[in-house]
């Protein structure tokens, strides 16, 4: 059990390693955390376009983080 | 609710996370933001998303990456979908379209190293145990065995060496040699004393250990103390060089030495023993006493240098010392050990230490830096008074070091006219308020004056501190002049001022006292410095200052050095002045007219040339008037320090005076053109006239030649023979001073200045008198109403005319005739000098009697004074008078 505990953990650490390298490559400016973070909310349902739009409309609204963003990933 | 509070809470951390905002920052904006964002998530529709649409679009994108010659983002794109597949859930297609979404141009900003920054550097291996013991096992013999550390002893240095070498040898990789011994002995780095060396010391420290903890008790002898007269001798040696002993008490602040009298030597009584010791303390205590001084603090360099001194001779003593002890210590010689011996040496070797001991205290009493200097050459002439040749060379030595320092700033002065601001202890000090060029040389520096009125300086340097002093000014004022320095190449190398070269230089040295030495030492010295400086300043004061110009200026427009042009200015003025011109002595016209008349003259510079008239209440018929007429000429700063300012009065003054003399002549002169009548006493008035002329002709002869002359050539001679500034201004003043004395100017000769312009104006009412006669005679045709108002005018005026001569203004004249200066009508017959009344013959006997008196006054006073006086041309102008 505990094996597979870990397994599965590594395998979902595996699959963030992998979309944060395509964020990266697709220059999505989404944190590792971020990223985290949308897995999550999609997966309790929340539509990918419309958290692409609040996303968007965040960004455009309170652009500083964003700096700080692009600052963590560089 | 669970799924509703998850997904506020996700979207709250990513709102946060997104924007900044939080709970504790901003609270109400945080709210809102997340509560819009779950709104948006859960109230807007859109359509599910289609996962082959998704994998078509990233196959679209890969393409895109591959057109658009971006290989290497193709690649690694297409590396990570193809990782993915197999880890890939239902959501894994939404959250790529989330990512096509949120994708913003990666052909543009994308590049393969931001994937590099993602994974943090893997850190290297850690050293563990297990590898270091899988490369290199301990399995040899003995490496586990405990190790002797005191297998190699001290005693074995040479062995200790050779370890040494052979450590340094099995640091290297070992190629065939065995691989023992390998962990280096603690023991082969520690040296270990040897114990019976110890043990002698302490042996032969045991007597004085009893001394120093017994010698409270006993007051007297202490018997069997085993002190021996080299134990003596070393303590002494020791003592002397200022290390604390045991049988000599120290007093570390004062230096004083005592001896304890405990002491006590097997061979010799206690007596002489104590009195032996109390003498070396005594020679230890004063030597003391000149450490301590040589610690002290001073400010001052002339201080700094002596105490230096002090230290290299305290020194030299030391060494002295030491070399006494080393024959002691060495084990070959045999040397006689006798504290008598050693006392004496001491006493020898102490004698120059003790002179300056003697010096210090006299020094310490009050602590004028100068006083360091005298003292020193008090001694050094006593020292060889007293014939004691080491005491001398030590004490000139010193004395000569210290005055190095002492002539840095007079060297200062001497060749570049410099003075530190700072400095109290040179005796020219600059006086920064004076910034007037013309009183560069004069008033810039001055001599700094101690209490009592003293000049600052050591007294066997005063006889040389006047060319010291012009040294240094001339300097100065050659840099003001901007003289260019490096055509001044001949400076003399300056002589070695030290001892050997003093005082040994010449054979007969010894026999010369040593201030004679030192003062032709110290000439020379000055000499080097004192040379080719002024000469520079003096030829440019001549060639390019034009001294030699500014002199001929100055007799030509003062001097009267051209009668002819002289005359010729005075001539227009007197013209001017009986043309009754109320503006014949007004500036601007004199000015123009000397102008015109000097401009000729290629020494004069007329543009500078300004002439002034001064308010005066004489009479304008009298001579006194035409010495208000003043004349200034200014002169180049370099020029004017020479000819200083306040020699222009005299100058002033002898211009009066000759203008006065000329009004005198010119009046004289016209008035032999004059025809007289026959019922007239001809014969009295032609003597009159003749004994006037006479007088003004005597006057102005030896006024122009007999004093100006002689003086100005005199003056000149002087000038070009002199060495400096100094010496050209004190000929100028010189030769102003004559001038003013023997022109009869001077203070003391008032009497007969006043005289001689009462004779002159005298010689202005006759000529006045005779000009009305003629006048009146001639117009005897006219209107005789007018003639005779003008005669009733004359007399009445004749008759309230005051006998004074010193008055300058006539009230009564001016309220009787109401033609004064100021009045409506100027009448210059009216205008005359007033001691002439009553009918013509009349006014002549009295001008005549009134002449007779003055000129007798003259003569009696010149001839008195040239008895008394030092002064020739008095009495040689008393016989011409008569």
Known sequence: MATQTKDKKQAAKDVVDILEEIATLLNCNLTRHQISLCISLIENGVNPEALANVIKDLRAQYPEPELVEDEEQG | MAHTSTVSALSGELVASLTGLSTSKDAAAFKRVREGAVRAFRTQQYARTNQFEVHKTLDGVVEKFQILYREDLAEALDLRLKKLQPLSTKWTPEILSLLLELSDRPLEKTTLSDLDRLRPPVPPPQLTWQDILREDPLTEEGVWDDIDYAAHGSSDEDSFYVDEEQEAAKDTPATSIAEDDLVASVQQFSIVPDATHIEKIRRAQKPFKSLSSHSEDFGGELLSIGITELMVVRETLFMLRGLPTTVFDLESETGIVRFKESVALPQSSSASTAVLLKELAGLGSRVNALRVWSREQHSVALLQSFQDAICRRIWAFDRSVSTIERKFMDEKGCAVVSIIEICTDAEILARPLLQLQGLTEDLSTRLYPLQCLELLFDRVCLAQLTEDPATFEELGIIFFTCLQVYLRP????????????????????????????????????????????????????????????????????RKSLEIDQDQDTTMLLEPSLDYHSVCKSSSDGDLLPFAETFATAFNEWVDSKHTVASVTVKQQLFKDCGLSRSLDALEFLFLSRNGALFQAFADTLFEKLDNRSRSWDDRFLANDLMEAIYSGVSPVDTENISIRTLPNKARIRSVRRLGTILIDYPLPWPIANIIRKHSMPTYQKVFALLLQVYRAAYLLRRLAFVSLAANHRIRTTHLLRFRMSRFVDTLQDYLTETVIGISTAQMRKELAEADDVDTMASAHQAYVQKLEAQCLLAKNFSPFHKAIIQILDLVVAFSDTHTSLHKSNSSQGENSFTARQKQRRRRSALQAAALHEESDSEPDLDAEDGASEGGDEYDADTEHVGILEGSFPERVRKASKEFDKLNHFIIAGLRQIGRTGSEACWEMLAERLE
């Open chain 2, 410 to 477: 007079i060297r200062g002065w001497m060749e570049d006219g410099h003075i530190d601001k700072d400095d109290r202890v040179f005796f020219v000090q600059e006086n920064q308020k004076i910034s007037d060029l013309s009183s560069l040389w004069h008033n810039r520096f001055s001599l700094r004056l101690d209490s009592s009125g003293e000049l600052h300086a050591p007294h066997f340097l005063r006889a040389s501190f006047k060319r010291i002093f012009n040294t240094g000014k001339t300097i100065v004022f």
